[in-house]
């Protein structure tokens, strides 16, 4: 795929090296990663904002955070301004696709993508990739989600409807609120779920990446 890439944020996403899989997750390069969108047909709606915060070594690093609204040709739907509060003389003000998805590559090379309900973070940039670049790499991540579920699963615990939403989760393990539908915050509330999701894990014994993959 590397071949076929051009030069640029892509080309250096697909250089870095692979990490591996075996090492412990908490010496593991993160970025959590939310997107806002304009809908959930990544087809046909678009990211309208996007929200990062690196973690290493086990630490959210709070001076990596970055959110960035993406410049759109078109009109928000009423009801995805009524969910993320973003309007469109916000998106007309925002950054062209290329820049907030190269400058998304560019944190993320050589780290490990973290998410909630991680399936809309791949898919919109999967799919902007290939618009972008003609390439749909495949990124590793973590979803905050799917831990949360599986946890449950184990001890035979009935999951609700709500019960595996970001903020309900957090609730869980006592962690503060925030203002949810804002891409930075949730990126953050997510980084901190994942954090406090490793630390109820039995911290005496090597926790390896491929525990967490999806």
């Known amino acids: ?91 007309s003000a925002g950054l062209p696709l290329d820049e907030v998805v190269g400058n998304l590559l560019h944190a993320l090379a050589g780290k490990i993508m973290v998410a909630h309900h991680a399936k809309i973070e791949l898919t919109f940039l999967t799919q902007a990739c290939q618009k972008l670049y003609g390439v749909s790499p495949r990124f590793p991540v973590i979803d905050t989600m799917r831990i949360a579920k599986q946890w449950l699963e184990r001890r035979n615990k009935e999951i609700e409807q709500g019960d595996l939403r ?17 891409a930075l915050s949730d990126a953050i509330a997510t980084a901190e779920l994942l954090q406090a999701q490793i630390g109820h894990m039995d911290s005496s014994q090597n926790l390896p990446l491929k525990q967490f993959l999806s």
């Open 166 to 182: 970001l903020f309900n989760l957090r609730k869980r393990y006592g962690l503060p609120m925030y203002q949810a539908h804002n």
């Open 1 to 91: 795929m590397l071949e076929a890439a051009p030069e640029g944020a892509i080309s250096e996403y697909l250089s870095a090296p692979l990490i591996d899989r075996s090492r412990d997750i908490h010496a593991v390069p993160l970025l959590s990663l939310d997107f806002e969108t304009s809908g959930l047909d990544a087809s046909k709606d678009h990211i309208v904002s996007a929200g990062y915060v690196a973690i290493e070594d086990g630490m959210i690093q709070l001076s990596t955070a970055r959110h960035e609204l993406v410049k759109l040709g078109g009109s928000l739907t009423e009801q995805s301004v009524v969910i993320h509060k973003i309007t469109d003389d916000d998106v």
